[in-house]
């Protein structure tokens, strides 16, 4: 009876980073991480690569944000949109333009909560040359 319970308790974790539909190596499908961030979309040799949408959290399970675009060997590259929030809950803002390497570079708009944005050409994640 104390092997049936045991295995009960740590299965959930054990087995809770997993595809859980569809296709996670090559094609379409869902992959759910240990920390409880969902990819969803296109994947090629178990990498996002395509078009797919990432919900992040933290490793505290706190909700970090969603990510809408594309992606390259599993990393952030070309057209998309990211919503953030910070560690209570509350969304910073998002951000609307070309991403590479995980982080804002090329042309984008990062939207403030207030309503207020700043757009131009990022790279790095910095905004370098504002445009109207």
Excluded: H, R
Aim: with cysteine.
């Amino acid at each position: 009876m104390k092997q049936i319970i045991f295995i009960l308790l740590i299965a959930p974790t054990s087995m809770f980073s997993q595809c859980v539909f569809g296709d996670c190596e090559n094609g379409g499908g869902t992959y759910i991480w240990e920390d409880g961030t969902v990819n969803d979309g296109s994947w090629k040799n178990g990498e996002l690569d395509g078009v797919a949408v990432e919900i992040s959290y933290s490793e505290n399970g706190d909700f970090l944000g969603i990510y809408e675009g594309g992606f390259i060997e599993g990393v952030m590259s070309g057209w998309g949109t990211a919503t953030y929030y910070d560690e209570d809950g509350y969304q910073t803002g998002t951000y609307v333009g070309n991403f590479l390497e995980n982080d804002f570079n090329g042309w984008g708009i990062w939207i403030w909560t207030d309503g207020t944005f700043e757009k131009g050409i990022y790279i790095d994640g910095e905004l370098v040359k504002e445009t109207e």
